[in-house]
């Protein structure tokens, strides 16, 4: 059996390329540490964010329809970050750049040790950052 190791990329599609670009330099490049390069696939240009881990890929909706988490499809995209206090100072410093993050908070009824914050993306892709809870961890040590 092959065990898949990690996340290569994922593609997001956006109604406004630049407004999105703009808000994703602010979360993923500002305050996250992910890096950017932007290619042309099929006549569109294509904006990517990485990290050493996978890569976060903008292009271009060829439809008008918004997102709607509660349709079939992407429900919400959680990022992972190492411990509580980084997902307090990733929520402040998102709030100081503008984006409508929550505040971080523990939310028990996920998990005895499962601190986030929410906010959504232009066109409506709802994001979270939580951190690396012992579960996790378990499962990954422990596998």
């Excluded at 294509?46 to 890569?55: D, S």
Aim: charged share 25%; hydrophobic share 35%.
């Amino acid at each position: 059996m092959t065990e898949v190791t990690g996340i290569d990329h994922i593609y997001i599609t956006v109604s406004d390329l630049q407004r999105s670009e703009s808000f994703y330099d602010r979360v993923l490049l500002e305050t996250l540490g992910f890096r950017k390069n932007s290619f042309a696939l099929g006549g569109d240009t294509h904006i990517q964010y990485f990290n050493r881990h996978f890569g976060y890929v903008l292009r271009p909706s060829r439809l008008p329809n918004g997102h709607d988490a509660y349709s079939p499809g992407l429900h919400h995209f959680c990022l992972r970050v190492e411990s509580i206090a980084d997902v307090v100072t990733v929520a402040d410093e998102l709030r100081v750049l503008g984006v409508e993050a929550t505040e971080a908070k523990l939310y028990a009824e996920y998990a005895p040790d499962y601190w986030a914050t929410f906010f959504t993306d232009p066109d409506g892709i709802r994001l979270e950052v939580t951190n690396y809870r012992q579960e996790r961890r378990d499962r990954h040590d422990h596998w």
